[in-house]
């Protein structure tokens, strides 16, 4: 079989515990993202999204194992994958337009600087980022701004690979829905490959092809890859319509409200810890040509 776009194999994070021993945050972790897709990563806070998420974008090595990109392993960070950190991590001596115009003048060398900087200021408009404020510190901004400008750095720079951790979470509800639409845009026109954590079920619902599922910590696993058999375009308001929706969002609160828990802290004894995938159809066409049960958990 070829591998996946993005091949996550047999990663391993343990860190001290601060008592002479060790703590394994997961072990043999072992997954991919296909090329285009748009997976979001669910769990209890703790369990070890944003360390995942560090080693793909190169900035943290894993205790064992490996993430292959297109083919090439990673290891560093690279322009090629693009990053919104849960705490927005700004340049905090450069202006709102140059925290985001350093990537894209360094990702296009061969651009002048007024193409750089129109580029970047699409971006920053794109956020709702526009007029003076673009030229203020992020120090000057609200955390609410700065996470802003953070995404639409990540954006600017087209990566093949949209790594986002938790990225919405300080925004207001009308911006939010503002950016995600945007963000369904970009990765519809651009073929990009997203990988983000959120805590939030109905936006990963929204988002999402697939959704992947980690049990609590220490010793967490990727235990689901849940498939969401609704339809693109989709509309916030038009999916909770649709019949698969909450068959599929009871799955996820049944998930993190208990199996999470159940499933949590066993070792693995070094067997490759791959996730059960899960596909919930109750629409009429799921029943077509054979009919199956109407809830089927399937193992790839
Ligand atoms: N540098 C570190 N040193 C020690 N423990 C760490 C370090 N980074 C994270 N951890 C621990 O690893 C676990 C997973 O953390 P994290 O990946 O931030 O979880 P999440 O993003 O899912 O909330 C937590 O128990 C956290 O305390
Ligand atoms: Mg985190």
């Not at 043999?28 to 080693?55: D, P, Q, Y």
């Not at 404020?133 to 639409?152: D, F, N, Y």
Request: include cysteine; charged fraction near 20%; charge should be negative.
């Amino acid at each position: 079989m070829t591998k996946p776009f993005l091949s996550i194999e047999n990663l391993t994070q343990t860190y001290p515990d601060g008592q002479g021993g060790t703590m394994t945050v997961f072990e043999n972790a072992t997954f991919g993202v296909e090329k285009g897709e748009f997976v979001c990563i669910l769990g209890h806070s703790g369990c070890g999204k944003s360390t995942i998420m560090n080693i793909l974008a190169g900035l943290a090595e894993p205790t064992s194992g490996v993430v292959v990109m297109d083919g090439r392993e990673v290891s560093g960070p690279s322009l090629d994958r693009g990053v919104v950190f849960q705490n927005y991590s700004l340049l905090p001596w450069l202006s709102t337009l140059k925290n985001v115009s350093f990537g894209v003048a360094a990702r296009h060398p061969e651009w002048s600087k007024a193409e750089v900087l129109e580029h970047s200021r699409k971006y920053l408009a794109m956020v709702g980022l526009e007029g003076d404020v673009i030229h203020r510190k992020p120090s000057q901004l609200s955390g609410g701004m700065r996470q802003r400008v953070s995404i639409a750095r990540a954006f600017a720079n087209h990566p093949k690979l949209l790594l986002l951790d938790e990225p919405f979470g300080a925004l207001d509800a009308l911006t939010r829905g503002t950016i995600q639409d945007e963000l369904l845009k970009i990765w519809g026109d651009s073929g990009q490959t997203v990988f983000m954590i959120t805590h939030d079920i109905d936006e990963a619902i929204l988002l999402a092809d697939r959704i992947l599922l980690m049990t609590n910590g220490p010793f967490a696993r990727v235990a689901e890859s849940v498939e969401i058999t609704i339809p693109r375009p989709r509309n916030r308001t038009a999916i909770v319509e649709h019949p698969n929706y909450y068959a599929i969002r009871n799955h996820l609160v049944q998930f993190l409200g208990k199996r999470s828990k159940e499933l949590a802290g066993q070792a693995s004894d070094g067997a490759t810890q791959s996730p059960e995938t899960v596909r919930i159809d109750l629409t009429d066409a799921a029943d077509e040509p054979t009919p199956e049960p109407r809830l089927r958990a399937v193992n790839t």
